[in-house]
């Protein structure tokens, strides 16, 4: 595949960049990420007035109202992504801790160096705060970044980069280390999929769709934030107050994030007095419900819930219901039909709540609290670069310490293998 000029330049200086960042202090990284911050509170609205290009649009070409709403940047916003940055300066620098020392009957003294990966290549919609949180994990870590966003964000985002690349002016940062793909074609995407001599990792965030088509494509290692197909499970056991906040929260706080409830399961034995009050309260609050045949026995004006439903990240106030026969069945079909992301038990039972955090394979599982604290700032990772729902190099929030890895130290005294 013939590689765009200017792409293949770029990921060259990134490479450069790499080489240098690696080895700087966190005393120099950590005044790069205080003046990035510094940086967008000053540019604010200039940040803001960009973003409303994009939010146009965005509008002008149907984007649903949960799309729209990852894609804003308002006062908020800005100061969270600001917050983040100083979040992420105050965390432990990982980059060359040694983890253990031994020693092996010949003398060798061995160990394993925390380092950086290289060059990281994220590739994300919609959510321009994605640039941000992005640039600062992976300069924390040492690693370099290769940023390219979605279309409907590139104002947004080429506001954002410029800003966070004239920070690094006068500072120990290559103002290289923090690169934004413009070209908004899909082709300049196949091509950054095949630069494996400069690019150590690449991370999609987004759509089911995305995932899959850089999966397939790239010839560099993918890290999958792949779709939230999240659950929660309401126990027969349950304080069914708090299940009614917990999964409200669950699905209404944000409907547009991979960590919002996609479907609801109920134990069969408290569907009657449980289903009418909180179906009734998410339709109040506009969201769809589709059910299983025991759930429109119960509630009337149910859709009628296909078995794609069961499979289907909506993003949106729609929400797939279910009545089962008890926790066997309910961890059974999270297991079957969820995506390995969020799920949640709401009981009062600790032998179910333990068999639940055991046998459900999720990156983040829960007992009596909301799915949407899946996120690195809640786990207290400053912020992520995503959330891995593979296995294979991690698994959940990613923050800094997911973007390193070891390289094994050996200190000898002249011992040579026989």
């Not at 800094?400 to 293998?417: A, P, Y």
């Amino acid at each position: 595949m013939k590689i765009n000029k200017e792409l293949l330049q770029m990921a060259k200086r990134v490479r450069q960049a790499s080489i240098i960042l690696a080895n700087i202090s966190s005393r120099e990284k950590n005044a790069a990420l205080e003046k990035m911050a510094d940086e967008l509170e000053t540019n604010a609205e200039k940040i803001k007035k960009e973003n409303k290009k994009d939010l146009e649009e965005a509008k002008k070409s149907g984007l649903s109202s949960a799309l729209i709403d990852r894609l804003t940047l308002n006062e908020k916003r800005i100061a969270d992504m600001c917050e983040a940055l100083r979040n992420i300066a105050a965390l432990d620098d990982p980059i060359g801790k040694i983890e253990r020392m031994w020693k092996r009957p010949n003398g060798l003294l061995m160990g394993k160096m925390v380092v950086p990966l290289g060059v990281i290549g994220i590739i994300y919609e919609a959510r321009p705060n994605v640039t941000v949180d992005t640039a600062g994990l992976c300069l924390k870590a040492g690693n370099t970044v290769i940023l390219r966003g979605g279309s409907e964000a590139i104002r947004s985002n080429s506001c954002l980069v410029d800003i966070l690349t004239h920070a690094l002016k006068n500072t120990a940062i290559p103002e290289d280390s923090i690169q934004l793909i413009r070209d908004t074609s899909r082709q300049i995407v196949n091509e950054m999929l095949t630069l494996d001599d400069y690019i150590d990792v690449i991370i999609p965030r987004g759509g089911e769709s995305l995932i899959k088509a850089v999966s397939k494509n790239s010839t560099i290692p993918v890290i999958k934030h792949y779709k939230g197909v999240c659950h929660t499970f309401v126990d027969s056991e349950a304080n069914l107050n708090m299940a009614e906040r917990i999964c409200f929260n669950a699905k209404v706080q944000r409907p547009g994030v991979c960590n919002a409830m996609e479907t609801l399961l109920v134990d069969k034995t408290i569907a009657k007095s449980f289903l009418p009050g909180m179906l009734q309260r998410f339709q109040e609050a506009g969201v769809e419900i589709r059910g299983d045949e025991r759930v429109r026995e119960i509630v009337s004006g149910v859709k009628a819930a296909t078995e794609e439903d069961w499979f289907t990240e909506y993003l949106d106030l729609i929400l797939s219901v279910r009545v089962v026969e008890g926790l066997k069945e309910a961890i059974s079909h999270i297991n079957f039909y969820g995506s390995h992301h969020s799920d949640a038990i709401v009981t009062e039972n600790y032998s179910k709540a333990k068999k639940f955090l055991q046998e459900v394979d999720s990156a983040a599982v829960y007992v009596n609290a909301s799915t949407r604290f899946t996120d690195g700032g809640e786990f207290g990772m400053g912020a992520e670069i995503g959330i891995s729902t593979q296995k294979l190099h991690a698994r959940g929030p990613m923050g800094i310490e997911e973007l390193t890895s070891r390289k094994f130290i050996i200190l000898g005294e002249g011992q040579i293998r026989e």
